[in-house]
């Protein structure tokens, strides 16, 4: 089955155009999105979102705060909060692409399996880990080659993707890591009120941080939230917060034509030359020339 979804990935890429990058269905299947690389992507800093990333063929590297995972072929990256970190495609080739697909998690499906499961997982004890690497096995192989086959049948997507989608769920909260998973489905556990505030910093990232008003939203007193924020993103919220400010400010840089100086206004900084030194530190290349670098590739590859 593995061949067969590799070749399927192929077949819809080239149908679209072909070429490396991030690619729309030729029919949109809510949820996913499927990738080509044909060489390895140095790493590229980015916010993951709630999904499941599958690598069909080649390897990937996840860097998180001080965490490092690797994953290859026939085995899936799960992240069950937002959080930004770095990614990076480690084996390609034009003999053998890289190939890849996304799934975005859906809570509130995840919390209506969990209701209909007769036992469901119980939650892991306090640690909480957001961020892990698992087989791709061949229940879970069967839902996603019979979600890209839904794009032979387009008026069968409104009736039948969320039915496999819920099998996804299923799977997932009955696999080998369903107790962690678990948690971004119960909204009075840890995970679920710690998501609740990093949405907070997330949406007003720009503005101060304030511990005590992140702990409250998070239900938890301020040296407790520390510790459960640094355990679920290997950062602190001030490291967070500046993840995201330089994440947006190349965003605005390379794909809205902002300068330097207004850039790092618009995402909170008060000193262009503090924004610079911060900007360099974390990428690599001063923000004039790495935006000029990144401009010169296909943005699709640029953040596979």
């Known amino acids: 089955m593995a061949e067969a979804l590799k070749d399927m990935v192929s077949r819809y890429i080239d149908a679209v155009g072909g070429g490396d990058g991030s690619f729309a269905m030729p029919v949109p299947v809510p949820g996913l999105a499927i990738s080509r690389v044909s060489q390895p992507v140095i790493p590229h800093h980015r916010i993951y979102r709630p999904t499941i990333c599958v690598v069909l063929q080649g390897a990937k590297r996840i860097l998180s705060g001080d965490r490092v995972l690797d994953y290859g072929e026939n085995q899936l990256l799960i992240v069950t909060v937002e959080l930004p970190a770095s990614g990076q495609i480690v084996e390609a080739s034009p003999e053998l692409p890289y190939l890849g697909l996304n799934i975005d998690f859906d809570p509130a499906l995840m919390r209506e399996v969990m209701d209909d499961l007769e036992n469901p997982p119980k939650p892991s004890g306090d640690?909480?880990?957001?961020?892990?690497?698992?087989?791709?096995?061949?229940?879970?192989?069967?839902?996603?080659?019979?979600?890209?086959?839904?794009?032979?049948?387009?008026?069968?997507?409104?009736?039948?993707?969320?039915?496999?989608?819920?099998?996804?769920?299923?799977?997932?909260?009955?696999?080998?890591?369903?107790?962690?998973?678990?948690?971004?489905?119960?909204?009075?556990?840890?995970?679920?009120?710690?998501?609740?505030?990093?949405?907070?910093?997330?949406?007003?990232?720009?503005?101060?941080?304030?511990?005590?008003?992140?702990?409250?939203?998070?239900?938890?007193?301020?040296?407790?939230?520390?510790?459960?924020f640094k355990t679920l993103t290997s950062m602190t919220p001030l490291q967070y917060q500046k993840h995201m400010r330089l994440l947006e400010a190349r965003r605005l840089m390379v794909t809205d034509g902002a300068n330097v100086a207004s850039a790092a206004y618009q995402v909170g900084y008060e000193s262009a030359s503090q924004f610079s030194r911060e900007y360099t530190r974390m990428f690599g290349t001063p923000p004039k020339r790495d935006v000029s670098e990144m401009r010169g590739l296909p943005m699709e590859t640029a953040a596979a």
């Open 127 to 228: 640690g909480i880990a957001c961020v892990f690497v698992q087989d791709f096995d061949e229940a879970l192989q069967d839902c996603v080659r019979r979600l890209l086959n839904l794009m032979e049948t387009p008026k069968a997507i409104p009736v039948l993707a969320r039915s496999i989608m819920r099998e996804i769920c299923y799977w997932l909260l009955t696999g080998p890591n369903g107790r962690e998973i678990c948690k971004l489905a119960l909204p009075g556990s840890h995970a679920r009120r710690m998501s609740d505030a990093i949405y907070r910093l997330r949406d007003n990232f720009a503005e101060p941080v304030r511990i005590e008003e992140l702990a409250a939203v998070a239900r938890m007193s301020p040296s407790s939230f520390h510790q459960h």
